[in-house]
């Protein structure tokens, strides 16, 4: 048990649905993360919140919606997925991005997507 | 280019014997971070290792950093099947604002 909860664990989605991903977490962090996990390539950061605003957006396509409602949810919100987007997508959060912190980072389990 | 890349890829090794991975990064760190992930599942952080620290101990683990060489290296002392996972080495780059980049992974095999 890391603190970080992500749900659901498993979806699978056919490419005009609309779906989102839940994370939470329980350790008073104020900096959290999505990440996208492909096989064979690295670990793809696709935006960060800091302290409920958003600084970072890595060309992520739009079809990726992020929201952070306050500093322990996180969501993503999926619409006319590509199938080239099955992956797994991981929420992570840290104690902050101010600087001192060491941004050592905890992961949730991760929402394996298939999109069909 | 990916700042991180470990190497080698893939290791596969007898349980009880030690497991290297090293890793290379481009741009100065403020600490370089080590995190391991079993198949499928979330990644869990393992050691930390500041830019003005050259070596690091956690139980079986042992981490040094060459900032002259820009260089990484992971040791697992007497591995057990269940040390089997990917290991991923991850920089907080100045540049970057401490926000971490992940390298590829390195597969980490321990036969019983």
């Not at chain 1, 993503?76 to 991005?97: F, K, R, W």
């Not at chain 2, 280019?1 to 470990?6: P, R, T, Y």
């Not at chain 2, 600490?31 to 956690?58: A, D, F, M, P, T």
């Amino acid at each position: 048990e890391t603190g970080v909860t992500q749900t659901p664990r498993h979806l699978v989605m056919g490419m005009t649905n609309k779906k989102s991903l839940k994370c939470e977490q329980h350790l008073g962090h104020n900096a959290m993360y999505w990440y996208k996990q492909s096989a064979k390539k690295p670990l793809e950061l696709m935006f960060v919140y800091s302290l409920e605003e958003r600084v970072e957006n890595n060309s992520v396509p739009s079809r990726f919606s992020p929201e952070c409602p306050n500093s322990s949810h996180l969501f993503l919100h999926l619409h006319t997925l590509q199938p080239e987007d099955s992956a797994l997508y991981l929420c992570a959060s840290s104690q902050g991005l101010q600087r001192g912190h060491t941004g050592e980072l905890f992961f949730g389990e991760g929402s394996r997507l298939t999109v069909l | 280019s990916q700042q991180g890349e470990e190497d080698p890829q893939a290791l596969s090794i007898q349980e009880g014997e030690n497991a290297t991975m090293n890793c290379s990064y481009k741009t100065s760190i403020n600490n370089l971070q080590w995190y391991r992930q079993n198949s499928g599942r979330g990644l869990v952080h393992l050691i930390l290792i500041r830019s003005n620290e050259r070596e690091k101990h956690s139980g079986r683990l042992r981490v040094t950093l060459d900032t002259s060489k820009k260089s990484s290296s992971l040791l697992i002392t007497a591995s057990r099947a269940a040390d089997t996972a990917s290991y991923f080495c991850a920089t907080a780059a100045k540049a970057a604002g401490n926000k971490l980049t992940f390298g590829g992974g390195t597969r980490v095999l321990v036969k019983p």
